[in-house]
């Protein structure tokens, strides 16, 4: 499998939310299981149906976790020097030519992005229109309204 870029904040993410559906979420489910199976009759019980459903998501959730920090290529651009570049973790500001806005936003693995606190994936139209550019280059990113220039103002690697 191919390596999944994150940030260590990504990963750490990824890590506390496996201790929790292994120490909280998983016990739970088991205890519910046990307790649905004490009602009886399996074909008509609700309960002990319901709880075997969110077992199947639990433990397909831990699977997918454990793959995904098994092949984590953990990124830590604070501790790499900045030659300018917009890299995987880097904290790009830009100028939208076309209104006049300035937006800033931080290059991260797909399980961490969220744009509403800035934090775009690497693999989306613009942070794949970023990686590689410098101060005053300008990347052009169709989006579903045209296409939209961003001219790289500031790149952190913070």
């Known amino acids: 499998m191919n390596q999944i870029p994150m940030t260590e904040r990504g990963a750490e993410m990824l890590r506390s939310e496996l201790k929790k559906l292994k120490s909280e979420d998983r016990p739970r489910i088991i205890q519910a299981i046990a307790e649905a199976r004490e009602h009886g009759d ?61 937006v800033k936003y931080r290059i991260v693995g797909d399980d961490e992005a969220d744009i509403k606190s800035n934090l775009i994936s690497v693999n989306s139209p613009i942070a794949r229109a970023l990686i590689g550019k410098e101060v005053d280059d300008v990347a052009v990113v169709t989006t579903p309204n045209g296409e939209v220039e961003y001219e790289v103002v500031n790149v952190e690697y913070i």
């Open 42 to 102: 399996l074909k008509e019980n609700a309960e002990y149906h319901a709880a075997r459903e969110q077992q199947g998501f639990c433990e397909g959730r831990i699977q997918e976790i454990e793959a995904k920090l098994s092949n984590a290529q953990i990124i830590d651009v604070t501790k790499m020097p900045n030659n300018g570049r917009v890299i995987f973790g880097a904290t790009v500001t830009l100028y939208n030519t076309s209104n006049d806005a300035e």
